[in-house]
């Protein structure tokens, strides 16, 4: 709480530098302006970003399959900001589950619970003009309307001090306050010294193709099997495009079209896949080590983030935990120990239940029983009212991010149908 007898408190004028414009850096701007309005506090908030997120391609993108829950949906008022129908691609109804040659529509059990797609730069490299509205430059935007400074800049170092020193290539800023948002698909220019440790990742596999004619703009697609090492593939629907979505384990450089051919996709189209935008994007599968200090916080999936789902609706939590503990608390190691470590460790919590769920889906997909028997009660539930397709809302959720990992396991525990399941599937052994 302090330092040198001198407590580390925001005050007038402290300068607070965030180090990358994705939406972890636009949600803490935006977090740490509106409470320190409410406080009276006048802070100069930087955000140093290198990219353009209106350019299309690798250069101006976050690579991530950009679908916003409703949760996140929801948060965006919280800050006096909704989604402008120009950044919104398509409009997620209905999750369609290939599963051993046949589907399993998932439709929304609460159509007013809306889920959107969106693009996080200006689309795929190939694309055609008119660009699509990024994501990430629309929220960057609204922190800048909101009075933050955003320069284009590469962050090369950041030092430790009792002011911290951030080094761009052209100048050195001391700031009161250092938060990282850089992602895990960039080097977090920490010093050593900080002890930061960032977390595990495992590789994505994601593309860009035109929308095969006949399929659904607000249908996502999800496939399982193959290639080998898939936890699961997404065919997103984004307006004229859809991306292509792979998470697995050691996913081959082949990927895409190991999948596309394995999935039956390539009937979809009557020559060869235009495939528009390529990229390898990591994914955070456990919480950073050492993500706060004196005067320094790390925020998004450099810290902690959602397995599998909803990265950006974490970048959230975290963004508004650590404005609310610097503005509120002070930002020492203690100050941040004691408000934003909590929210942290409740998302790698959650996590665990998440790793649970996928470990059970991965079963149920490996019996046919097991496998039949959930086609059976998503079907039943279909013509319920949205209260009563609890079944229904369990996979919608697990697959869309909609409600945590742990609210969702232990509806699933408590599902009457579970236990009934679970009690026919053994006598089968049994017998």
């Not at 120009?86 to 589907?103: D, F």
């Not at 909609?402 to 052994?429: C, G, I, M, N």
Request: hydrophobic share 40%; with cysteine.
């Amino acid at each position: 709480m302090a330092e040198n007898g001198v407590a580390m408190q925001l005050i007038n004028g402290s300068r607070i530098v965030i180090v990358g414009g994705g939406p972890a850096g636009s949600f803490t701007a935006l977090h740490l302006l509106r409470l320190a309005r409410e406080m009276h506090l006048d802070l100069a908030v930087t955000i140093l970003e290198v990219r353009d997120f209106n350019r299309p391609g690798p250069g101006g993108c976050n690579r991530c399959a950009g679908i916003l829950s409703s949760t996140l949906v929801q948060n965006l008022k919280m800050l006096g900001l909704s989604l402008p129908p120009e950044v919104i691609q398509a409009e997620l109804n209905t999750y369609v589950l290939h599963l051993s040659g046949r589907e399993l529509p998932i439709r929304q059990p609460d159509p007013s619970q809306r889920i959107f797609s969106v693009y996080r730069g200006s689309g795929p490299r190939w694309g055609d003009p008119p660009f699509p509205h990024s994501f990430d430059g629309w929220l960057l935007h609204q922190a800048q309307l909101q009075g933050a400074t955003v320069q284009r800049a590469q962050v090369r170092a950041i030092s430790p001090g009792h002011r911290p020193i951030v080094a761009t290539a052209h100048e050195n800023l001391q700031a009161d306050l250092v938060v990282l948002a850089t992602g895990v698909n960039a080097r977090a220019p920490l010093d050593p010294a900080w002890g930061y440790r960032p977390p595990h990742t495992e590789m994505m596999a994601q593309n860009e193709i035109p929308l095969p004619g006949g399929l659904s703009n607000n249908r996502v697609h999800i496939f399982f099997d193959y290639p080998p090492g898939l936890v699961f593939g997404a065919l997103i629907p984004k307006g004229r495009y859809a991306n292509i979505s792979l998470l697995g384990h050691k996913l081959p450089a082949t990927a895409i079209n190991d999948f596309l051919e394995g999935q039956g996709l390539f009937s979809l189209f009557p020559g060869r896949v235009p495939l528009l935008c390529s990229c390898r994007p990591r994914v955070a599968v456990s919480p950073a080590r050492g993500y706060y200090a004196d005067r320094l916080v790390v925020v998004g999936d450099a810290a902690v983030t959602r397995l599998y789902k909803d990265g950006i609706g974490a970048a959230f939590q975290t963004a508004a935990a650590a404005a609310r503990t610097a503005i509120q608390q002070g930002v020492s190691r203690q100050d941040f120990a004691a408000g934003y470590r909590p929210v942290c460790r409740r998302i790698t919590l959650d996590n665990f239940y998440g790793r649970l769920l996928f470990r059970l889906w991965a079963v149920t997909r490996r019996s046919p029983i097991l496998l039949d028997t959930c086609r059976q009660m998503i079907l039943a539930e279909a013509d319920l009212p949205p209260a009563a397709q609890s079944y229904t809302r369990i996979v919608w959720s697990m697959f869309t991010g909609d409600e945590t990992y742990q609210r969702v396991f232990w509806l699933l525990f408590r599902h009457p149908a579970f236990h009934s399941l679970w009690q026919s599937l053994v006598k089968t052994w049994e017998a």
